[in-house]
């Protein structure tokens, strides 16, 4: 009769679904076993439950301390002199609950000293001008507002313009509007999505994501950029694992074929090792000056094939090999004709001779130009070492192109 009596007292307060609906998965039964938890049991005073005890808690709490009138009024069971007496005595007053509170607070102040970290300011974010070098690099991202110029799918919102709900709307219209309100939410995710991934990996500033890409070997450079495409399906610090891993496992693979060279050579120890490799690097040399001595032997006797096996060596080792060998008496390029190019109507006279000498596209001055003058502006004076920073050509053409804006007063010297 108490187990009826507990079922229905059950079903009845609390309305469970597994008895409502007679809901059984694997082993669980529609029948079970329960229990009726009450809160009409004192914890600090005989004359209050626990119920009372949180009423009172969410009562000081809504109407402020020392409002015991309308603490009563909120709890109704109580008086004011008792609300007060009550909350005075055991959650003021007690001395079990300073202690605990007081060990609390120094455990906390204990947790933060070991754990707090200096301050340090931040530094002033970056601030690209619009359409500059740099913030082509950092694909638009304007630190200072946390966003990007051009959003992606930017111009998602034109679908959403014209669209008007009213009461006129038949029901296939007005769902047809939710529908495409619906579509531009899904847009908006995949905008954030995107957003999550730069944010996540690091991909703000590219030349910077270059430069750590470079401190791996060729073939993971490879690797690299084979699977950069997979990076938005892991996370950043599986991925750079990853990664990681397949560097490991090329450095590996390497020593292993050094060591089977080794074996192979019948060198059992390091010290010989060293001499080994000493003599492999002295035989190479040599081989290579051999090879090279015969191409040359073979090309002496006709001048446009040693020109152009002399252009090959440059380009594999520097100009600086082989300096008496490059005809000294060498044809500059011809002027470059601007003749309908774009952008030439924006040049004066000058900077049309700049850019035929220079041999540079007047688009492409246009930009450097701009780039120049907009970093002078900002620093208040330009070093040639910030230009060569700021657009990367070749240095001469760099530094006519500095020396022509100082000269015309476009730029000054820092």
Sequence with gaps: MFSRQKRVTQCSSFVLQCFTRGFEYKKHQSDHTYEIMTSDFPVLDPNWTAQEEMALLEAVMDCGFGNWQDVANQMCTKSKEECEKHYMKHFINNPLFASTLLNLKQAEEAQHNETAIPFHPADDPPRPTFDSLLSRDMAGYMPARADFVEEFDNYAEWDL??????????????????AVVDIYHSRLKE???????????????????????????????????????????????????????????????????????????GITNFCSARTYDHLKKTRDEERLKRTMLSEVLQ????????????????????????????????????????????????????????????????????????????????????RLAQARALIKIDVNKT????????????????
């Design 161 to 178: 313009r014209d669209i008007d709900f009213v009461e006129d709307d038949s029901d296939i219209l007005h769902a047809l509007k939710i």
């Design 191 to 265: 905008r954030q999505r995107r957003k999550k991934i730069i944010r996540d990996h690091g991909l703000i500033n590219l030349r910077k994501f270059q430069i750590l890409e470079r401190r791996y070997p060729k073939e993971v450079q490879d690797l690299y950029e084979t699977m950069r495409r997979f990076a938005r399906i892991l996370g950043p610090v599986e991925h750079d694992k990853f990664i990681e891993s397949h560097a490991l496992e090329f450095e590996l693979r390497r020593e292993i074929k050094r060591l089977q060279e080794y074996r192979a050579a």
């Design 299 to 382: 090309y002496i006797q006709d001048s446009s094939a040693c020109q152009q096996w002399l252009s090959r060596q440059a380009d594999m080792y520097g100009l600086s090999m082989f300096p008496s060998l490059v005809p000294a008496g060498r044809r500059s390029a011809p002027p470059l004709n601007l003749t309908g190019l774009p952008g030439t109507e924006k040049l004066n006279e000058k900077e049309k001779e700049l850019c035929q000498m220079v041999r540079l596209v007047p688009g492409a001055y246009l930009e450097y130009k701009a780039a120049l003058v907009n970093e002078c502006n900002k620093q208040g004076g330009l």
């Design 399 to 414: 530094r006519k192109i500095y020396d022509f804006l100082i000269r015309e007063g476009y730029i000054t010297k820092a």
